[in-house]
């Protein structure tokens, strides 16, 4: 069966320090992977999306960028946060190939606050 | 891509009540997906409707789909404490990324 592990769960960085969110995806092989940023009381934002090492697309110009150095584990990172950078992270992936999206499945998230 | 967009917000309903949330968005899709996500959770999947099917059950969940007028709905039937959570609708063209809106609460009184 697959699994997906992100972590930590929570975090507290001060401004101006570096970030590293790290995801993990068990159980299959060259998945889309996603992250996705939620602030307080509101919906998802996707930040970036790959469908394979080295094809990573960036949704929104921003202060983070993301990385995929094996096929089944990406890097959210930032080298500066602000303190427009705090919010709920989620990691997700779903299984790529074919003409359609398919069930997407997440991680349970860090919540990142940056004081 | 496109995302979709629920309504209403938020909704409060006393348990054993029926809850429908209703997701609209603006372009053809091939599929449209619903997602449940508790508070400081992930999401978790709860069905996917294709365009060619109208109708979709899955246990208390009962999902609609009218291409025609581009919207999907939602209805929990005798709902449940447990229900209580947000409720995300993720409609796609095809192999693309997929986008979520804002979501709606669902609040369920014991």
């Known amino acids: 069966s697959q699994t997906i592990h992100q972590w930590p769960a929570t975090l507290v960085q001060p401004v101006g320090s570096p970030l590293s969110l790290e995801c993990t995806v068990e159980g299959t092989s060259n998945p889309n992977l996603y992250w996705y940023r939620q602030a307080a009381g509101r919906g998802l934002q996707l930040l970036f999306y790959s469908i394979g090492i080295d094809q990573i697309s960036s949704e929104v110009p921003q202060n983070l960028s993301a990385s995929r150095p094996q096929d089944r584990q990406f890097i959210l990172s930032s080298k500066k946060l602000l303190l427009s950078d705090s919010g709920f992270y989620l990691c997700a992936w779903s299984r790529a190939g074919g003409r359609w999206n398919t069930e997407a499945f997440f991680g349970q998230g860090t919540r990142l606050t940056v004081v | 891509s496109q995302q979709g967009e629920e309504d209403p917000q938020a909704l409060s309903i006393q348990e054993g009540e029926n809850a429908t949330m209703n997701c609209s968005y603006k372009?053809?899709?091939?599929?449209l997906q619903w997602y449940r996500q508790n508070s400081g959770r992930g999401l978790v999947h709860l069905i996917l409707i294709r365009s060619n099917e109208r109708e979709k059950h899955s246990g208390r969940l009962r999902v609609t789909l009218d291409t025609s007028k581009k919207s999907s709905s939602l209805l929990i039937t005798a709902s449940r404490a447990a229900d209580t959570a947000s409720y995300f609708c993720?409609?796609?063209?095809?192999?693309?990324?997929?986008?979520f809106g804002k979501g709606m609460k669902l609040t369920v009184n014991p």
């Open positions: 372009t053809s899709i091939n599929n």
């Open positions: 993720a409609p796609s063209r095809g192999s693309e990324k997929l986008v």
